[in-house]
């Protein structure tokens, strides 16, 4: 049994149009006795994601072994997915992953809503300096991630994903945006060939 745990992006939620896509996957083509998915909602504020998110896991391999798990990341959640997996030793897919966020989130400071959860927030000031000091301890398992880039991707510039995880497994896929809208569903099957591997 691979256990999966997709870490939505930023003001997104376990809900999210690529989660919900991976579970009806697993059930629609009965992979219920080789995975299982779950898609933890965490706040909005990077500090506090990163603290909720520390702690979630610390549990989570207190019950499975590190061999046993792939997280898979999109943007936002890429970058904490990096964290997670260098944190634990774990696999890790990557999706559109946010590279160096605090070059982003400068120009988001102020306040906040998260349409998918409902949640009103601030981003603040001293948040960014929390990014910049997690930005600066990432390290990156080549043997352990693999990471899908989309070549118009509207939101991140991929070139910096390019550069942190050059030696990975990296799939580019041609005319692919931001959120995978044009077929994600193409990318399933290589995304659990990978976290079952």
């Given at each position: 049994m691979t256990h999966l745990f997709y870490i939505h992006g930023f003001l997104s939620?376990?809900?999210?149009?690529?989660?919900?896509?991976?579970?009806?996957?697993l059930k629609e083509h009965n992979l219920g006795a080789s995975f299982d998915m779950h898609s933890p909602d965490y706040p909005d504020p990077p500090e506090e994601a990163y603290n909720y998110l520390c702690g979630y896991f610390d549990r989570v391999?207190?019950?499975?072994?590190?061999?046993?798990?792939c997280l898979i990341g999109s943007s936002m959640g890429g970058f904490f997915s990096t964290l997670m997996a260098q944190r634990h030793g774990c696999k890790a897919v990557l999706l559109n992953p946010c590279v160096h966020p605090q070059?982003?989130?400068k120009a988001l400071i102020g306040p906040q809503f998260n349409s998918s959860t409902n949640r009103n927030f601030e981003l603040k000031s001293e948040m960014i300096d929390v990014l910049k000091?997690?930005?600066?301890?990432?390290?990156?398992?080549?043997?352990?991630?693999?990471?899908?880039?989309?070549?118009q991707d509207e939101v991140l510039d991929y070139s910096f994903a390019l550069e942190l995880y050059k030696d990975c497994q990296i799939d580019i896929i041609k005319g692919e945006d931001h959120a995978f809208t044009h077929d994600f569903a193409s990318l399933i099957k290589p995304i659990l060939d990978y976290a079952a591997s």
């Open positions: 939620g376990p809900n999210a149009v690529k989660a919900t896509m991976l579970k009806e996957y391999f207190e019950e499975y072994k590190s061999d046993e798990v070059n982003y989130f000091s997690l930005d600066a301890s990432v390290k990156v398992d080549p043997k352990k991630t693999y990471v899908i880039i989309g070549d």
